[in-house]
C-alpha cells in the first residue's frame, strides 16, 4: 500500500481531493482518496495498492510516456502543484 499524503493549502484539500479523484480515474492501482478528519488539517491521502515494490517501480513508466491517457491527467491536474505545501510518500508492506 502507497499512501501519497499531501499538506494543502487551507481551503484547497477538498479542491485536491477532486482533482486527484478525477484526474485518476482511470488508473487501476488507485484505491481511493481521503482527506482528514482528525490528525494534521488541509491533508490529502492518496492511497494506491500493488502487488509488490517492483510493481510500484513500474508503475511509474506510464507518466513517463507522451500517451493522450497522460496528456489528459496532467491538463486535468493543473494549477495543483499552488494548491499544497508540503507532502510525502508512505509504503507499507500488508500482511
Not at 494534521?40 to 491521502?45: E, G, H
Not at 497522460?70 to 499552488?82: E, H, R, V
Request: a positive charge; aromatic letters at 12%.
Amino acid at each position: 500500500m502507497v499512501h501519497d499524503i499531501f499538506i494543502c493549502k487551507p481551503g484547497n484539500a477538498s479542491k485536491v481531493a477532486k482533482m486527484f479523484k478525477d484526474a485518476m480515474s482511470g488508473n487501476s492501482d488507485l484505491v481511493q482518496i481521503m482527506t482528514d478528519m482528525t490528525g494534521q488539517f488541509n491533508r490529502v491521502v492518496m492511497v494506491s495498492k500493488y502487488e509488490n515494490l517492483a510493481a510500484y517501480e513500474k508503475s511509474w513508466d506510464k507518466y513517463k510516456q507522451d500517451s493522450e491517457a497522460m496528456k489528459k491527467m496532467t491538463a486535468a491536474m493543473a494549477g495543483y502543484q499552488d494548491m499544497y505545501l508540503t507532502g510525502s510518500r508512505e509504503i507499507y508492506q500488508v500482511w
